[in-house]
C-alpha cells in the first residue's frame, strides 16, 4: 500500500444551517423525482422500440409471403399464357384443317368445265 499524507485543512468548518440543509434535501428530491421520471420516459421509450420492432418483423413477414405469392402467380400465368398459345395453335390448325376440308367437298361438288 502506498503511503498516504494527511493534510489539514487551514480553514475552519462554518455551521451548517438548517435552512441550508432543507435546501440540499428539496434539491436531491427534486434530482430524485427527476431521474424517476427519466427512467420511466426511457422505459416506455424502449417498449415502444420493441413494439415498432415487432411491427416490422410482421410487415417484412408479410412482404416475404406477398412475394412468394407473386412468384406463384407469375408461375402460373407464364403456364396459363402458353397453355393459351398450344390452344391458339390447335385452334388455328383445326380452321385450317375445316378450310381444306370445305375447299375439297366444293370443289367435288362443282361440275368441272370442259
Known amino acids: 500500500m502506498a503511503p498516504t499524507i494527511a493534510v489539514s485543512s487551514a480553514q475552519p468548518r462554518r455551521p451548517v ?12 428530491a427534486a434530482l430524485r423525482r427527476r431521474n424517476e421520471d427519466l427512467e420511466e420516459e426511457l422505459r416506455k421509450s424502449q417498449e415502444r422500440e420493441e ?12 412482404l416475404r409471403v406477398v412475394e412468394e405469392a407473386e412468384e406463384r402467380l407469375c408461375s402460373q400465368l ?29 370443289s367435288l ?6
Not at 444551517?17 to 436531491?28: F, G, H, S
Not at 413494439?51 to 408479410?62: D, F, K, P, S, T
Not at 399464357?81 to 395453335?89: I, T, V
Request: aromatic share 4%; proline share 3%; glycine share 2%.
Open 17 to 28: 444551517k438548517a435552512e441550508e440543509i432543507r435546501d440540499e434535501v428539496e434539491e436531491e
Open 51 to 62: 413494439q415498432m420492432r415487432r411491427e416490422l418483423e410482421r410487415a417484412w413477414e408479410r
Open 78 to 106: 407464364g403456364e396459363l399464357e402458353a397453355e393459351a398459345m398450344d390452344q391458339a395453335r390447335h385452334y388455328n390448325n383445326r380452321i385450317v384443317s375445316l378450310m381444306d376440308q370445305l375447299s375439297q367437298a366444293n
Open 109 to 114: 361438288l362443282r361440275p368441272v368445265p370442259n
